[in-house]
């Protein structure tokens, strides 16, 4: 979906593709539209990068317009941890994982190849978005993420997900110490990897999570397929850049439902 900002340049927004119900509002930006310049060209919408502020404030502006948000996003200081935070709950943003089960407030992650997660209940109840690079796949940020939606009144049976935009399975090499990490932990895992030479394996981050939730007991799990990586007229991509901007996603229910 694209969407005019008030400069004359379109921004693209990714919608999450699943049966949510018809409240959630869940998407995820491209780095099409947008002031910011360089190798941030587009709608970066990163504070922690080094990207102009004012040229990432004004892309906060065209964003939040765009979307008719109903609140400022919460914008999580993320680190590659498993903590989750309930955003009405707490003042201290340091975290990979964030959900409410309040009308109107908006949950975000930032990535550049990171997963971001998207999680919802049958009856959209709650949401909850959570940022899955691998070491926080690893920590278990996703499992974190299911429990704090129990907490919310959501059953791991009821929840649904939606797997945004992230480095796809050609293009995410890792080395012997990540294969060791992830199939010590759960030998299904092992499948994600596909070996390239003696020191080298490229990885699956999708399957990964995939296999996390499918022990988790959630059966509904929707989207992947889109490279970060593969796209650069599309997506930032921390791999293949380096010194790049971020997209957001984003998660919220209609406070007029």
Known sequence: MAVSSRTGSEIEIIAADWPAAAHIHACTTTRKGGVSRGVYQGLNLATHVHDDAGHVARNREILAHQL?????????????????????????????????????????????DCL??????AAGSCVGIAHAGWRGLHAGVISATLEMMQTLAASAGEIMVWLGPAIGPN?????AEVVEAFSSKNPANSAAFTRTDADHWLCDIYRLARTELALAGVEQVYGGGLCTHGDAGRF?????EGETGRMASLIWMDPAR
């Not at 903590?83 to 003042?91: E, L, S």
């Open 116 to 121: 971001p997660v998207f999680f919802t209940d």
């Open 68 to 112: 008719k948000l109903p609140a400022e996003p919460v914008w999580l200081n993320q680190v590659h941890s498993a903590r989750v935070i309930r955003v009405d709950a707490t003042t201290d943003l340091t975290a990979d994982a964030a959900c409410t089960d309040q009308p109107g407030a908006v949950c975000a992650v930032l990535t550049a």
């Open 236 to 240: 930032y991509s921390w791999r293949r």
């Open 171 to 175: 293009a995410f090499e890792v080395g």
